[in-house]
């Protein structure tokens, strides 16, 4: 079974500040590896989508890298914002996800 | 509606009693998820819906668990005799090339 990693469990960052969230998993042969975003009592919203044949992928201000010989993928925030609290979560597979525990962001303004 | 919707939003159970929680998925999604996601923790894999074809449900925790898709669009998820530590998130997702998650519903089992 897939067994998907991050770290840290939690971070605080001052406002502006550009930071790395890691996820690691065991098992490299994955379809793609997906990135959301979870706020409390919420759902959890996609943020990116890497198939496994890609490397990253972009959107605004997020970056998200995929290494699967490494068996890691990496979000990069830049420019943080307060708005950008909330629990991030990456999954890995295909028809199923396997997700991560998740990083708990605070911005502090 | 433009996304999955989830009812009830909240449901609180008596232990022993059943329970039935619902999720309506995107407008022609082939694909229909069912997630546990426990406080503190990532969502875990339920079972999966094909159309009205359930094609995996090797998550299902335990044979109290049960869920169906008869016309392939509404799922139900049943839990009889509820325990304690079905207390959780009950996570709903339909997908084409991502997967759209619903609010869940959150299950508590006192």
């Known amino acids: 079974k897939q067994e998907v990693t991050q770290i840290p469990a939690a971070l605080s960052v001052p406002e502006g500040e550009n930071l790395v969230l890691n996820c690691s998993f065991t098992?490299?042969?994955?379809?793609?590896l997906q990135w959301f975003r979870q706020d409390p009592g919420k759902g959890l919203t996609s943020l990116l989508l890497?198939?496994?044949?890609?490397r990253e992928q972009t959107s605004g201000r997020l970056n998200a890298s995929l290494d699967k010989s490494s068996g890691r993928s990496t979000l990069y925030i830049a420019a943080s914002q307060p708005g950008d609290s909330a629990t991030y979560l990456c999954?890995?597979?295909?028809?199923?996800?396997?997700f991560g525990t998740g990083t708990s962001l605070t911005v502090i303004p | 509606g433009a996304g999955v919707s989830q009812s009830p939003r909240y449901k609180v159970a008596k232990r022993g009693q059943d329970v039935a929680l619902r999720c309506d998925p995107i407008?022609?999604?082939?694909?229909l998820f069912w997630y546990q996601q426990a406080l503190g923790q990532g969502p875990e894999f339920l079972t999966y819906?094909?159309?009205?074809?359930?094609?995996?449900k090797s998550g299902l925790p335990s044979d109290r668990f049960f869920a169906e898709r008869p016309e392939g669009s509404v799922s139900t998820l049943k839990i009889q005799r509820t325990q304690q530590e079905d207390s959780a998130v009950y996570l709903c997702?339909?997908?084409?090339?991502?997967?759209?998650f619903g609010p869940g519903t959150r299950l508590l089992v006192l």
């Open positions: 999954a890995s597979g295909g028809n199923q996800f396997y």
């Open positions: 997702a339909s997908s084409g090339e991502t997967q759209y």
């Open positions: 890497i198939q496994s044949s890609q």
């Open positions: 098992d490299s042969a994955i379809y793609n």
């Open positions: 819906f094909q159309n009205e074809a359930q094609l995996d």
């Open positions: 407008s022609g999604h082939v694909s």
